[in-house]
């Protein structure tokens, strides 16, 4: 039976644990003394992405040190529109650019190059031989909105200025870049799936900057898109929806995505959560990332709060959002202590 041997992906299938699996957003990462120094020996970000015997290791290593409940995948959410064709560069201090911007280019500019995606495949493999036979193993992938912003732009931005811009100013074109992001996409999770991974996350980082009824067009129904194509192809496979940012419109999320369980950011009241979501449904999240950093009283309290909110449902135990670079590992350490006493 799924899941029997693993805590994430039995929780993930609706079996609440009593004591609740964790893993951590960017857990694979630069607060990590040996992520480091491989990043220094093996040179920049892309290239250890596009490595797959440097970036399965670096899925491994949180792994072998702290023994999660969860692997996520080492890459990055803009993989996909370096599939799709545009130029995918990662500037130090500066963030990743992508070019050509599609603000200013339209989208059959662009030449797919999907062997792009052929690496990743070969790491998830992989880790996969390598992984515990108790812990799960996650991809994951951008959700379309937000790889959009990065798409439309060139880069990222705070108000996702451009990508809103254009959502209004011509929505047709807007939407053909969903939908290639959104085909890509379900191509992406399920080559994933077939090379060993048990559940996917689709982060949508930037949800929270959508007015409602763009919130419905350009991040509930391509979502929902992309959970039912990947139920078609792999019926048994968890899909976790992280919309960060949604706030009160995370009940429509949960009820119209088709999500199986729902990631909460650190703004989001467990104990709203707990009381509104859908019956069931498993949650994941939601400490304050600040919070680990802070480590002690403040984050034994946090935790136990998230823990105390969704002691009867299933629940994984993660953060709102990445870990910091500047996480002390020992607050890590202190953590799963909590966790799993």
Known sequence: MPGRTKPLLATLNGRNQAIKP?????QAGRYLPEYRRLRAAKGGFLELVYNPDSAAEITLQPIRRFGFDG??????????????????AFETGEGPRLSPPLADFDLAALTPVPERLSPIY?????????????TTFLGFAGSPWTVATYMVAGQGSKEQADARRLAYRDPARFSKIIGAIADTTV??????IEAGVEAVQLFDSWAGSLSPTQFERWVIAPTAQIVSRLRDRHPHVPVIGFPKGAGGKLGAYARETGITAIGLDETVDPLWAARELPDGLP???????????????ALASAARRILSAFEGR????????????????AHVEQLLELVRQ
Do not use: C
């Open 122 to 134: 070969r790491t998830v493999e992989k880790v996969k031989a390598a992984l515990p036979p108790e």
């Open 283 to 297: 949650v994941q999240g939601n400490l304050d990332p600040l919070a680990l950093i802070a480590g002690g009283e």
């Open 187 to 192: 191509d992406y999770l399920s080559g994933q």
């Open 22 to 26: 964790i893993w951590l957003m960017r």
């Open 314 to 329: 299933p629940h994984v135990f993660n953060l709102g959002h990445g870990i910091l670079p500047d996480t002390p590992i």
């Open 71 to 88: 692997a996520i995948l080492f890459s990055d959410i803009l993989i996909v529109p370096h599939a799709l064709g545009q130029d995918l």
